[in-house]
């Protein structure tokens, strides 16, 4: 995919039909590496004050996130196919570790296969834009990779996320899988993983003090 033939605005008559920041355009743009295609249905807004429409929260303001479809040869892809699973694991994993840190996703949040991937404090989150919703594939997910700093764009400083908390739904899960730029890690990918919950448990219980310092995500919905 030449030039940003990856992304796909489908905004234009949507509230939020600004385009996306360059750093977060900057920090997706490892899914041409992968044959993937952006479709941007919610992109920027205006701030409180502005003048401009919008709506929801603030995390969308100049662009600062997404909502938005992720396509493979014209298709798109859904978490509740066992086939697309990895993949979009490895979508979560990567863009996590190149500085995005909010990611909402969910059957009853914008509906299968639809993501909130943006800036604004870390964290993922289902229906009703609550932590304590999020499909437990996508919390194995965000919690397999290390947050990172959005590369350098358009000769802009790179924008390093603020805080470095890690998510409140935090648990010792690593999700590495076989596609390019694939976090190390465990070589099983996330249905594997997904369908051994008690190796989960067993390694929770051998670091107990993990639980200690975190909070439930509670974050509004994107």
Do not use: C
């Amino acid at each position: 995919m030449a030039g940003n033939d990856w992304l796909i605005y489908q905004n234009q008559k949507a509230t939020r039909n600004d385009p996306l920041d360059s750093r977060l355009v900057s920090a997706m743009s490892f899914l041409p590496d992968l044959g993937i295609q952006m479709h941007v249905i919610s992109g920027g807004q205006e701030a409180a004050g502005e003048g401009g429409a919008r709506t929801g929260s603030t995390r969308h303001d100049h662009g600062q996130a997404a909502d938005a479809d992720f396509y493979m040869n014209g298709r798109r892809l859904d978490w509740n196919n066992p086939a697309d699973l990895p993949i979009l694991t490895q979508i979560v994993q990567t863009a996590k570790s190149r500085g995005v840190t909010g990611i909402g996703a969910g059957n009853d949040y914008m509906g299968a296969g639809r993501f909130h991937v943006g800036f604004g404090n870390p964290g993922v989150w289902g229906a009703g834009g609550k932590g304590a919703n999020a499909p437990d594939w996508l919390v194995a997910a965000y919690n397999g990779a290390a947050p990172g700093k959005v590369p350098e764009a358009s000769g802009q400083p790179a924008w390093q996320p603020q805080g470095n908390q890690p998510n409140a739904l935090a648990g010792p899960f690593n999700m590495g899988g076989p596609f390019p730029g694939a976090p190390q890690g465990s070589q099983q990918n996330a249905l594997a993983q997904m369908q051994q919950p008690q190796l989960q448990w067993t390694d929770m219980r051998a670091d107990p003090s993990m639980f200690m310092t975190t909070r439930r995500n509670s974050l509004a919905m994107g």
